[in-house]
């Protein structure tokens, strides 16, 4: 009994270290003093950062490639590295309007669109309010973070100001004239059904979703049915046996932890629903598509928003 309970413990420390809440990574409220520019690469190229005409560099542009970008932001270098993470470009700044308060740009060439929608939704705090901004905005209190392009920009104040918004919109505003781009669509709200989709909610993770190393490139999203919340999420593989066969991996990877098979119509030929750590989990696949639900609270709701993530998958397929 007692090794039993053991196990148990180990299993849900396991999955809880992977189901972190972004407001832990986002940047501190005040950045740290500039004590390490000098061990800072500086560039000689010309700076992807504009420099407005009422406005001050603290320090000269700065250039971070994947070697030595965990100088700049050690603990977080790994969740760029595994987006697909080029290069950083970084300066700070200082506007006369703002007071004391100064700024940091930095620029983030992820190398495609899509790697940098996935830094920018796996930082997104709770309580952000999102901004006609780029492709993807938003604003706390002292920060604006958005997405243009390939590149993810976060644009970090150094004090909680009023007067310091205006300056760092101005910056963003003028990097996103500077960077024309065409318009890429990621795609990533298309196949999730809209009724009960939190909107802000959507997200990308690039590699380890979950906890498991095979699963990577997972397009996720909440849900909220009736009084609680629950998550979808899909991935596009390159052929239908490759999703089916990483599908029929993910469910022996719960089995593997405790994970036990629910006997429950789902109406999904290729449809597992999996009962782990109190919550229920939904595991299938359809053509290309690999796809799930988890979290849920009971095993009716996860029925229900696995048909609708099946049925929404057959409709964008067109069948």
Do not use: C
């Not at 270290?17 to 520019?37: E, G, K």
């Not at 700070?92 to 899509?114: I, L, N, T």
């Not at 919109?169 to 669509?185: D, K």
């Not at 609270?297 to 069948?319: C, T, Y």
């Amino acid at each position: 009994m007692i090794l039993g309970i053991l196990a148990i413990i180990s299993g849900s420390v396991f999955f809880v270290q992977f189901d972190y809440n972004p407001a832990i990574q986002q940047m501190a409220p005040v950045l740290a003093a500039a004590d390490n520019l000098s061990a800072a690469p500086v560039s000689s190229k010309k700076s992807l950062i504009p420099l407005l005409p009422d406005q001050s560099p603290l320090s000269p542009p700065e250039i971070f490639d994947a070697t030595t970008l965990s100088d700049k932001i050690n603990g977080k270098a790994e969740l760029y590295l595994s987006a697909g993470f080029a290069r950083l470009s970084s300066q700070r700044f200082k506007d006369p309007s703002a007071g004391d308060a100064w700024m940091e740009v930095f620029v983030y060439d992820m190398g495609s669109a899509q790697n940098a929608f996935a830094v920018f939704s796996a930082q997104r705090r709770e309580d952000a309010r999102t901004l006609e901004l780029g492709q993807y905005a938003y604003q706390t209190p002292n920060a604006l973070f958005f997405v243009h392009g390939h590149f993810y920009v976060e644009i970090v104040a150094s004090d909680i100001s009023e007067t310091i918004i205006p300056p760092m919109i101005a910056i963003a505003e003028a990097f996103i004239a500077e960077h024309p781009i065409q318009i890429q669509n990621i795609g990533e709200k298309e196949m999730f059904p809209e009724a009960g989709l939190i909107q802000t909610s959507i997200a990308l993770v690039s590699a380890d979703a979950f906890g498991y190393d095979r699963y990577d490139q997972i397009f996720t999203a909440t849900y909220q049915l009736q009084d609680s919340e629950l998550m979808a999420y899909y991935s596009r593989r390159k052929t239908a046996r490759e999703a089916e066969e990483l599908a029929s991996s993910y469910r022996d990877f719960l089995a593997a932890f405790g994970g036990k098979t629910v006997e429950a119509f789902l109406g999904i030929k290729t449809g597992s629903m999996i009962y782990i750590l109190d919550t229920y989990e939904v595991v299938f696949s359809h053509g290309p598509y690999v796809a799930g639900v988890r979290e849920a609270a009971d095993w009716q709701s996860a029925q229900k928003l696995a048909m609708q993530l099946f049925n929404r998958i057959k409709e964008v397929a067109g069948e």
